[in-house]
């Protein structure tokens, strides 16, 4: 059956998602370890885990860039791997990685974008002028890529990945690195195509980042999904108390709202900056 | 939407940037293949008489033009491919931003030969019609030329891109680029018959790619018998460099 003619289902689907890198002359190294969710229309999903849990793997296999060892994506219902260009018609992936194209400058770049998903430059041209003014990249329409801040260049690349209007918006880190100004710009971008139904997959290792912005979190850790759900709830369930007590240096302890790398730090027993992924 | 699709867009994108920048490009593109028609066909050319080609009296520029057209193919298609290459797949990371795309990675590879060898054929173009207009070369001959540079430059683009593909760092590319490109540049004929080599160097300059090029070239542009074995050599070159240069750049990026 013709995915858009089945039943409503999740846009994002992800069952059993197994990911091993090879390793020459030695035993494969699992990334990814059998995980498994699915993100609904207007719901933000958080993936929460340090450096090494197997976040930019997941988000790799999910964009179908990296071929899975095993199980199955689905995105608007079709196969990942299989349809990989129907799948990818409806999403917009921002990297972890700056993949913006210093060839062009910032509205050719957007333009150009535009045209890999099928729209015609005419048709293209005005999404990229209105994308660029909510982005507060307006002015900077005719500079080329090089000539931006890193903050700039980050919203850029948000904004690019905006330009084929996806239903499920991919978003590797995407404030890694940001002045806490310009994290809460994007912020109220993400919550605003959350609200226009977006189906968003936001990895980060940001605690107040993933509290803030996602519906849900997974606790990745070593390839493996340790727990699932709002963030609140992962609180309640893992930490039960509101404050926390903590020693911020010898002897001096202070209280402090319970948050999500308290959760983190239950269940793993590391810290998400000690790189506790490996 | 097909494949022909991602890769046309691919294609209009290198394109696009040639086009940006044309002074540049026509400046790069043109002069080099110009720079030794001049020194090699007009300054050598006139000191030396006339070349036997396997029984076909030439004049040296005659020789040497062909050649050059061979070489300009070689150096525009694996420069381009090697260099452009790299610089697009590790510092601007273009192909990791179009994979994500409907376009796939193997579209976007097969784009990224094709505008090579596109590139690297319009410049070597420029050296067929000037040789047709100054009466060197056959003008049939030269238009039958056309396919034969398109496959030439395929062919080393697809060398440029495995190299981009092989080098940790962009310095690594002066590896191949000395110990096999400039080799070839030397001693496959471009400037002086083969038969004036030892017999053990004309046996391993038949087994490059670039001898075979240039005696083709010759054969359709000037007239020298056709060397039959230049099909083969071309082909297998062809059949090893293409699907190796496109599986290593994917094993490259994809993990």
């Known amino acids: 059956m013709d995915p858009e003619n089945r039943p409503e289902q999740p ?14 002359g030695g035993s494969p190294l699992r990334a990814v370890d059998g995980i498994s969710f699915e993100i609904q229309k207007g719901e933000c999903f958080g993936l929460l885990g340090p450096n090494g849990a197997g976040k930019s793997t997941s988000m790799n296999c999910i964009t179908g860039f990296y071929p899975a060892t095993a199980g199955e994506i689905r995105l608007l219902g079709y196969d990942v791997f299989r349809e990989p260009r129907k799948a990818r018609q409806s999403l917009g992936v921002c990297a972890q990685e700056d993949t913006l194209d210093s060839d062009f400058t910032v509205l050719d770049q957007m333009i150009r974008y535009g045209t890999y998903f099928g729209r015609r430059v005419e048709v293209v041209r005005p999404h990229a002028e209105s994308l660029l003014e909510r982005f507060g990249l307006k002015e900077k329409s005719h500079d080329l890529v090089e000539s931006l801040s890193g903050g700039m260049r980050r919203r850029l690349q948000v904004a690019r990945a905006l330009i084929s209007d996806p239903q499920v918006l991919v978003l590797d880190e995407p404030t890694t690195g940001m002045d806490p100004e310009v994290r ?10 959350r609200g226009r139904g977006l189906a968003i997959l936001l990895s980060t290792h940001y605690m107040e980042e993933a509290q803030r912005l996602c519906d849900r979190v997974a606790i990745l850790h ?23 007590e903590e020693e911020i240096r010898p002897g001096v302890k202070w209280r402090r709202p319970s948050n999500l790398e308290d959760v983190y730090l239950k269940l793993t027993g590391k810290h998400l900056e000690s790189g506790g992924g490996e | 939407m097909t494949a022909w699709w991602g890769v046309r867009c691919v294609w209009l994108r290198h394109f696009d940037v040639y086009r940006k920048s044309i002074v540049y490009g026509l400046v790069t593109t043109f002069i080099e293949p110009l720079l030794y028609l001049f020194s090699f066909g ?3 050319g006139s000191m030396i008489g006339k070349v036997n080609l396997l029984g076909v009296e030439l004049t040296y520029r005659q020789f040497i033009l062909a050649g050059i057209v061979a070489q300009t ?3 525009q ?47 070597a173009s420029v050296v067929i019609l000037i040789g047709s207009v100054m009466g060197d070369f056959s003008r049939w001959g030269a238009l039958a030329a056309l396919p034969l540079c398109f496959a030439g430059a395929t062919l080393f683009a697809a060398l440029g891109l495995l190299v981009a593909a092989k080098s940790k760092t962009i310095e690594e590319i002066s590896y191949p680029q000395y110990l096999l490109v400039f080799p070839m540049f030397l001693f496959c004929g471009v400037f002086f018959p083969l038969a004036t080599l030892p017999s053990y160097l004309q046996w391993l300059a038949w087994g490059l790619p670039l001898t075979s090029i240039v005696s083709l070239t010759r054969t359709l542009t000037l007239g020298t018998p056709l060397q039959p074995q230049v099909f083969i050599v071309i082909a297998a070159w062809l059949a ?4 190796w240069s496109r599986q290593a750049m994917s094993r490259r990026l994809i993990k």
């Open chain 2, 240 to 243: 090893a460099l293409v699907p």
């Open chain 2, 73 to 75: 193919l070689m150096f």
């Open chain 1, 222 to 244: 070593r390839g493996k999904i340790l727990d699932c759900a709002p963030p609140q709830e992962l609180i309640s369930r893992h930490i039960g108390e509101e404050m926390v």
């Open chain 1, 11 to 24: 846009p994002l689907i992800v069952r059993n998602l197994h990911k091993e890198y090879r390793i020459p």
């Open chain 2, 42 to 44: 007009f300054g050598l």
């Open chain 1, 184 to 193: 809460r710009v994007l912020w109220d971008i993400i919550v605003e195509c």
């Open chain 2, 77 to 123: 298609g694996f420069f381009e491919a090697a260099y452009g290459s790299f610089i697009r797949m590790y510092y601007q990371r273009i192909f990791q931003a179009i994979a994500v795309t409907p376009i796939t990675l193997s579209e976007v590879l097969w784009a990224e030969i094709i505008w090579d060898a596109s590139k690297a054929t319009f410049s």
